[in-house]
């Protein structure tokens, strides 16, 4: 299947049908639990694989303490738990660790942390004397809770995937950017994808050869969680372009994406659209980025939830509900999943063209 029918059929949701009949998992031989950070999200992969999601209780005792029961036998089953690791973080990772516990005392047979939004992916190295590098230390932590497989979207950096000594799914969302994008039918003569540093311009550079679109990156240097600096280099490799996609991993307080959109604009850009996997939105970031209004769309997924009285008329949101369940449906199946993977087959065109 070739990435831009798959990335139409994971936009409509064609992949939930084939020749009539649903994607379904047994469920007597499947479970499916959610903890506290994404209800909607959990309900909506089980909905596409026809399986039900079954109740999870939890409670806090009076020394703050959490308990969490799970609400069905999950004995020599194969056991499925979505969580997100949005705010609170630690009271999520808690509750997804505890429940894998549960599940693996419980005597269930394979233990599937699917974990939409794996936050800690952006502490991967150690750059400073005496800190962690907790994105392997929550690795180690979700294998000791008793995870047998892992499957996430879009980490921060492809080392973060060599973190995992268990099987571990890196799945990616940009077939859904894709086909929302390429209804669009822009024109190479006035429009670019822009990573907002180096470190994505290789998913950059994947969307803009399926868009058919160039491609540039910027330099950022980032001085604190709040505070960015952008190189001067963008604003030559933009000149001429009037229209400008910038694409990025996820954004929190938005810093980064308003600095690099204040060079954009200085170098004639009159439209941008904002295309971001996770969509934090954290201290303002919505406000920040309401604030320049050449920025026409802001179009982001699911794996973090956005309240809709947050979500402004300009923001768009794609549900990967579909991405999930079908890569569920394959390994359930054995099948490959490789079409899915953030480093997809299809883009071995691009590594040959280039």
Sequence with gaps: MTLPLLSKWLLTGVLGTRNGARRRLDPHDVRFFSGQSHPELAAAIARYLSAPLDPTRFSRFSNDNMQVQLGASVRSRAVFI??????????????????????????????HAIIPYFSYARSDKKDAPRIAITARLIADLLKAAGATHVMTMTLH?????????????????????????????????????????????GSAARLAYR?????????????????????????????GFKRVVIYDDEIATGGSVVELSKALLESGAAELIVVC?????????????????????????????????????????????????????????????????????GDTELVKAG
């Excluded at 969580?83 to 894998?100: G, K, R, Y």
């Excluded at 768009?316 to 087959?345: C, H, K, M, P």
């Design 211 to 239: 868009l058919k679109l160039p491609v540039a990156s910027a330099d950022k240097t980032r001085v604190s969680d709040h505070d960015v600096r952008i190189g001067d280099s963008i604003r030559k490799q933009v000149q």
């Design 82 to 111: 979505v969580q997100s690791l949005i705010p609170p973080v630690s009271d999520h990772l808690m509750e997804l660790l505890m429940m894998l516990d549960i599940a693996r005392g419980a005597g269930a047979r394979e233990i």
């Design 157 to 201: 950096s492809p080392q973060v995937h060599g973190f995992f000594s268990l099987p571990t799914d890196p799945l990616t969302a940009r077939g859904l950017f894709i086909a929302y994008l390429a209804r669009r039918r822009f024109s190479s003569a006035d429009t670019i994808v822009v990573a907002p540093d180096y470190g994505r311009a």
């Design 277 to 345: 996997t996770h969509g934090l939105f954290t201290d303002g970031a919505l406000d920040r980025l309401a604030d320049i209004p050449q920025i026409v769309e802001i179009v982001t997924t699911d794996t973090v939830p956005v309240p809709k009285e947050k979500r402004r008329s300009n923001v768009t949101v794609l549900s990967v509900a579909s991405v999930f369940g079908e890569a569920i449906w394959r390994n359930y199946t054995r099948q490959s999943i490789g079409d899915l993977f953030a480093y997809a087959e």
